[in-house]
Each structure stands twice: as structure tokens, then as C-alpha cells.
């Protein structure tokens, strides 16, 4: 039986990371996905938090220090603001969108930051809140159809290698940059 919340574990182990990756967490939050990629990447990998929220950024360095982790670096900044990261071009092996679109009307930014500092060839990971009546998660007016988004991201030049498989309130798209 699927879980009913978003499990990283659940997540991770469909997207091929592996030690020495460098793995990029766009609009990181509290840094659920950062913590346990920082663990699978190891120390000779490398995990960018980003997020607009100082607070988050805070709560994530905390995390950090408790779990003795030395490859997670915070960057605080607009994941919407085309240029706004701190990161090199084609410097990341696996980007992370989880749960970030639906909360932005400038999709189309974080996509292009998203692909930018992802390296060819790497990966995009999406997950979002299934546009269903549910009591739990974001407004259902913010809600994206998982083919709408689907389009967007191939209309951006990605190509989708699989649908995720990350509970039942979500849905997810491992997708690749050509």
C-alpha cells in the first residue's frame, strides 16, 4: 500500500541517485528531500537547498549540524528570478521540483533555472498535489493537471523517462534534459 504523504525514500529510490551526485532542491521548505539526499549522496556528493524563506534555510542548517552532514549547502534566493542561483550551468546531476509550481504563476522561471543549472543529459524530478478533492494539501484552485504540467515541462525541451510512483496524493514525472 502507498503511503498517503510524500516519502523521499519512496521517491529516491526511483531516480537512480547514487553517492557523488550533486543534487539541487529548489524551493526546499524545511528540507525533508535535502536531509535525505545529503545522506544518499555522501560526503564526496554535493546537495544545493535553495529557498526564498530565510526561516527554512535556518531550520535546514539545524538539520544539518544534528545529522553531522558536510555537503549540504543553503542558498537563499528566488527560485522564480531567472540567474537568482548561485549555481554553475550544467553543474547538477538531479534537480528537484517538489511540491514548488503549483505555488508560482512563473512556472516557466523555475523551469528555466531548473534546466539551466541541471547538467545534459541529467535529471528533473516534479512532484505535485493530484488535482482531486482532498482535505489535506495546497487549494485546489493552485492544484496543476498532472498532463498540463506534463506538457509544459516537454514544452521546455525535457523528456519524460517515467511517471513516479509517490503516493496518493501526488504525482510525479522523472524527466530528462536533452
Known sequence: MQNN???????FRQIDIKEDMTVADLGCGSGFM???ASQ?????????AVDVQ???LSEINSNV???????VETIWANIEKVGSLKIDE????ITLLIQVLHQSKLRKNIFEEAIRITKKNGKIVIVEWRKENISMGTS???RIDKNELLKEAEARGLKLIKDLEVGNH??????QKK
Request: glycine residues 10%.
Open 65 to 71: 549540524k544534528l545529522h553531522g552532514l558536510r555537503n
Open 140 to 142: 485546489m484552485d493552485l
Open 170 to 175: 501526488h504525482y510525479g514525472y522523472l524527466m
Open 40 to 48: 544518499i549522496v555522501g560526503d564526496d556528493g554535493k546537495v544545493w
Open 90 to 93: 550544467n553543474s547538477v546531476d
Open 5 to 11: 504523504f510524500l516519502n523521499p525514500d519512496q521517491v
Open 54 to 56: 530565510k526561516r527554512a
Open 34 to 36: 535535502t536531509i535525505k
